[in-house]
């Protein structure tokens, strides 16, 4: 079939497909790619983000899940995941400046790995597979325009004075410095329980256009904060915190821009519900949730507690250099280092395990570190925490008030003083010290 000066593409059309519930919405598979229409085919528009400009021979719309599938030739097969907010675009609502689409209901449960590890695991090259759908509840959002940095507006604005014809000249050095220092604008969506309270923050892209962002239906990982981003590879896996409960839930969408917050869209509403598969659930699953929330508390807390102290580990190893390159400085700082680095190793042990048997493969008694690790373990099943949970949270809860008192006098207090008394002395510069000076 050939539709002369309708489609974009001129070509052949090889497939066409209407929505089951809105006649208007149809796709066109074409020599070119997909394309689809809102309005029964007086404007068409193509459906790209990832597929390639190939013919699209078939085209299938799952009804249950309101799935786009296409038959490409030569490339394989394309899913687009519930095209449902394609129904409610009209020319009125592409005029707003953002749209926060109404999600699919979502399920809860935990994801399993057949081959045993992440992905399609040790499996090969020949062994063929495709990622699943993403986890949890899918975020769609349109943004008529992009979020524009200052620089992004500056050179808009020296391309329209272009040409028109006009001068364009140098920005100020006041001008190039605020766009250095800009934070990047950000989209966030923000998602609440019934309550009202925040579970998570989710951000996506500031280009306009549609665009897809996913929630785990978790609440934040309490693990130290990563700037860059983790290698992926079989054995990998994103931090992940504990598991919401079912229930309705609404998400907005807002923006911050130079340090300015402004809601754009919503709230709109959905629902996560139990997957009820699991062969023991667990029967109160709010009481799980608490338990799992102080199990993060500490895990948190214990995994600050480790990062700290091996952050004075490094200062003290500075110190003691910093104590021999100081002319004039006193002979007793190298003990004190001393101490206190025996005093930090041993409190080490207790939060983290004895490196020293570990290094000849002995046995080694369980940290606190990995008692609380082996409490939050219990966030990826769907039974109830168990006995052994329990018990271990409260070991490691009851050893670690006073290991994390101990590491606090020490940092706060020793380490801060003897950092003092040296800096006072003109001993030369080391991590976690403020230099003082003044003229003479």
């Known amino acids: 079939t050939s539709i002369a000066g309708d489609l974009p593409a001129k070509g052949t059309v090889y497939t066409l497909a209407e929505d089951h519930e809105k006649p208007e919405l149809l796709f066109a598979g074409t ?3 997909v394309f689809f229409t809102i309005d ?42 519930d095209y449902t907010p394609l129904r ?40 063929y597979t495709a990622p699943n759908p993403p986890l949890g509840v899918v975020f769609t959002y349109y943004l008529e325009e992009e979020i524009e940095t200052l620089e992004d507006q500056r050179h ?76 992926s590879n079989a054995f990998s896996s994103d931090p992940i915190g504990p598991m919401v409960v079912p229930g309705v839930y609404t998400v907005t969408l807002a923006q911050r821009v130079r340090g300015e917050w402004r809601e754009l869209a919503g709230p709109v509403s959905f629902e996560a519900a139990a997957l009820e598969l699991s062969s023991l659930p667990a029967p109160d699953r ?39 390159d100081t002319a004039g400085g006193s002979e007793e700082w190298v003990d004190r280092i001393d101490a ?56 490691a809860a009851e050893a670690f008030g006073p290991v994390l008192a101990a590491l606090r006098e020490l940092i706060e207090t020793d380490l801060a003083a003897l950092e003092a008394e040296m800096e006072a002395e003109g001993a030369p510069w080391t991590p976690g010290r403020m230099p003082v000076w003044g003229p003479e």
């Open 286 to 324: 709010a009481e799980t949730l608490a338990f799992h929330r102080r199990t993060a508390a500490l895990s948190r807390a214990v995994s600050g507690a480790v990062e700290v102290a091996t952050e004075a580990e490094s200062r003290l190893s500075h110190l003691r250099q910093a104590a021999t």
């Open 156 to 231: 808009e604005a020296e391309s329209e004075l272009e040409e028109a014809g006009g001068s364009v000249s140098y920005p100020s050095w006041e001008e190039l410095r605020r766009e250095d220092r800009e934070q990047e604008p950000m989209v966030v969506l923000t998602v609440r329980d019934q309550a009202g309270e925040i579970v998570r923050r989710v951000s996506g892209p500031t280009d306009a256009g549609i665009h897809r962002v996913s929630w785990d239906l978790r609440y934040p990982s309490p693990e130290p904060v990563e700037l860059e981003e983790r290698p």
């Open 31 to 33: 020599e070119f790619g």
């Open 88 to 127: 409610s675009l009209s020319e009125e609502a592409l005029e707003a400046e953002a749209i926060l689409f109404t999600p699919r209901n979502s399920l809860l449960f935990n994801e399993t790995f057949e081959l045993g590890y992440n992905a399609k695991a040790f499996q090969g090259d020949a062994f």
């Open 340 to 395: 206190l680095g025996e005093h930090l190793a041993n409190l080490l042990v207790e939060l983290t395990g004895d490196p020293t048997l570990r290094r000849h493969n002995e046995p080694t008694p369980p940290s606190i570190a990995s008692r609380a690790e082996r409490a939050t373990s219990g966030w990826t099943s769907s039974a109830a925490p168990t006995g052994t949970h329990r018990r271990q949270y409260e070991i």
């Open 40 to 81: 029964a085919g007086q404007h068409w528009v193509q459906l790209e983000s990832g597929v390639p400009t190939i013919a699209v021979r078939d085209i299938e719309l799952q009804r249950r899940e309101n799935d786009l599938v296409l038959g490409t030739f030569g490339r394989g097969f394309f899913i687009l995941d």
